[in-house]
C-alpha cells in the first residue's frame, strides 16, 4: 500500500521558517518523482516542486523560487521541503506526492497530476 506521511507544519510568523517531512513506503521511492503541492481555502491545488529521483533534477513555482529547498534522503524514503522567508501568502495545507517516472515529463507538476498524495500538513504563517 502506498502511504505518504507529511509532518513539520504549524503556525509560524511571517519570515520565520518552517521543514517538512514526507515519509514514504509501500512503492519504489527511485522509480518516483516527489513533489509538493499546496492547497488554500478556496483555491486550486497550485504545485510547489518537485524533485525527479532519474537525475535528481529540482523545479520550483516562481512564488517560492529562493524560499523553499526541496531534498531527500533516499536512504529513509523521506522527502523534505525546506520553507525560509515564508509569508502569509504561503499559508495552506501542504501535501507529499508522487508520480511514477514513466508518466513524468520534467518540469514543476500541477496538483492535480500526481498518482498519490497524502493527507496534508496545515501551515500558517501570520502577518
Known amino acids: 500500500e502506498v502511504q505518504l506521511v507529511e509532518s513539520g507544519g504549524g503556525l509560524v510568523q511571517a519570515g520565520g521558517s518552517l521543514r517538512l517531512s514526507c515519509a514514504a513506503s509501500?512503492?519504489?521511492?527511485?522509480?518516483?518523482?516527489i513533489g509538493w503541492f499546496r492547497q488554500a481555502p478556496g483555491k486550486d491545488r497550485e504545485g510547489v516542486s518537485c524533485m525527479s529521483s532519474s537525475d535528481g533534477s529540482t523545479y520550483y513555482a516562481d512564488s517560492v523560487k529562493g524560499r523553499f529547498t526541496i531534498s531527500s534522503d533516499n536512504a529513509k524514503n523521506t522527502v523534505y521541503l525546506q520553507m525560509n522567508s515564508l509569508k502569509p501568502e504561503d499559508t495552506a495545507v501542504y501535501y507529499c506526492?508522487?508520480?511514477?517516472?514513466?508518466?513524468?515529463?520534467?518540469?514543476?507538476?500541477?496538483?492535480?497530476?500526481?498518482?498519490?498524495w497524502g493527507r496534508g500538513t496545515q501551515v500558517t504563517v501570520a502577518s
Open positions: 506526492a508522487a508520480l511514477r517516472l514513466t508518466y513524468y515529463g520534467g518540469g514543476l507538476l500541477r496538483g492535480y497530476e500526481y498518482d498519490y
Open positions: 509501500g512503492f519504489a521511492f527511485d522509480d518516483y518523482a
